[in-house]
T-cell receptor
Framework: GAVVSQHPSRVICKSGTSVKIECRSL??????MFWYRQFPKQSLMLMAT?????????EQGVEKDKFLINHASLTLSTLTVTSAHPEDSSFYIC??????????FGQGTRLTVV | AQSVTQLDSQVPVFEEAPVELRCNYS??????LFWYVQYPNQGLQLLLK??????LVKSINGFEAEFNKSQTSFHLRKPSVHISDTAEYFC????????????FGTGTRLKVLA
């Protein structure tokens, strides 16, 4: 099956710094990538949808200047959490879709801001 | 817009007993339906999916779900659970409108008791 790799799996950063999370489709070209956020014991909330080469579409309530998404190639999308604060600590999951009918999920990144 | 309802936040069940995790959805367009399982501090694993064809879909580890269009449901069942089935289960829908973004339910924590 299609494989989506997310890196890093865990990251701890200091408050005020920025952190970048990578999402790669390893064996297919991802025309669309999605970023989700999951708080402890809660469901996944869609943050944004990105198509290769164009600007991401953010869901209502998600700060686009806070969560920068870049989808510069068909196999890589990045999420940068800028000026991170403790409330940004969460589990971030990406998914990617090629030309098929379903998306494939990465293993997630646990972000802890101290 | 789509929405997914998982009415049961927690389901305790004894080992080797049957279980049903309920999922209802709302959508004005056709959707694909999915069940994912998440173990603590891990990403999502696809359990099974309904894209088209037979309304009864089965996983390799004994789970099955049936798409019921008239009741807009996609309940997950297993005739005999194991301790290892203890996890969080998420139902999701994906619309066919073009973006294929996934909307998740709030999750059901299945706890299998010895």
């Amino acid at each position: 099956g299609a494989v989506v790799s997310q890196h890093p799996s865990r990251v701890i950063c200091k408050s005020g710094t920025s952190v970048k999370i990578e999402c790669r489709s390893l064996d297919f070209q991802a025309t669309t990538m999605f970023w989700y956020r999951q708080f402890p014991k809660q469901s996944l909330m869609l943050m944004a949808t990105s198509n290769e080469g164009s600007k991401a579409t953010y869901e209502q309530g998600v700060e686009k200047d806070k969560f920068l998404i870049n989808h510069a190639s068909l196999t890589l999308s990045t999420l940068t959490v800028t000026s991170a604060h403790p409330e940004d600590s969460s589990f971030y999951i990406c998914s990617a879709r090629g030309g098929g009918r379903e998306a494939f999920f990465g293993q997630g990144t646990r972000l802890t801001v101290v | 817009a789509q929405s997914v309802t998982q009415l049961d936040s927690q389901v305790p069940v004894f080992e080797e007993a049957p279980v049903e995790l309920r999922c209802n959805y709302s959508s004005s367009v056709s959707v694909y339906l999915f069940w994912y399982v998440q173990y603590p501090n891990q990403g999502l694993q696809l359990l099974l999916k309904y894209l088209s064809g037979s309304t009864l879909v089965k996983s390799i580890n004994g789970f099955e779900a049936e798409f019921n269009k008239s009741q807009t449901s996609f309940h997950l069942r297993k005739p005999s659970v194991h301790i290892s089935d203890t996890a969080e289960y998420f139902c999701a829908v994906s619309d066919l409108s073009g973006t294929y973004k996934y909307i998740f339910g709030t999750g059901t924590r299945l706890k299998v008791l010895a």
